[in-house]
């Protein structure tokens, strides 16, 4: 199973609504757009909820520099770039279990 972690920073936040006008959008009727709203609100908060958990889990563990989690919660193909470049999950769960930045979470 290969799981993803996203990051949206403002700049990306703005690529993905900018990128959203490509593709055509069909209006729905009253009924099909309550309808919608409907069936997808429980999964969106399932979701959300899901997600605001992982992430709290995964700065606990940096906070406690537990590479172990980041082996596992990362998928071994896992890529970050940034403004060093590009470093890979190996890197990463080094990272994490190193001093090199300290976490404060209350």
Same mark, same amino acid.
């Given at each position: 199973?290969?799981?993803? #972690? @996203?990051? =949206?920073?403002?700049?990306?936040?703005? $690529?993905?609504?900018?990128?959203? %006008?490509? *593709?055509?959008?069909?209006? /729905?009727?009253?009924?099909?757009?309550?309808?919608?709203?409907?069936?997808?609100?429980?999964?969106?908060?399932?979701?959300?909820?899901? #997600? @605001?958990? =992982?992430?709290?889990?995964?700065?606990? $563990?940096?906070?406690?520099?537990? %590479?172990? *989690?980041?082996?596992?919660? /990362?998928?071994?193909?896992?890529?970050?770039?940034?403004?060093?470049?590009?470093?890979?999950?190996?890197?990463?769960?080094?990272?994490?279990?190193?001093?090199?930045?300290?976490?404060?979470?209350?």
């Amino acid at each position: 199973m290969t799981r993803i #972690l @996203v990051l =949206l920073t403002p700049l990306g936040l703005v $690529a993905s609504v900018a990128g959203s %006008g490509a *593709f055509a959008r069909r209006e /729905l009727s009253p009924i099909a757009a309550h309808h919608r709203a409907a069936v997808t609100a429980p999964i969106q908060d399932d979701l959300k909820d899901t #997600l @605001v958990k =992982l992430e709290k889990q995964s700065w606990q $563990a940096w906070q406690r520099r537990d %590479g172990t *989690f980041f082996q596992a919660f /990362l998928s071994d193909d896992h890529v970050e770039v940034g403004f060093r470049g590009v470093t890979r999950k190996a890197a990463v769960v080094a990272g994490v279990a190193s001093p090199a930045c300290v976490v404060h979470w209350s």
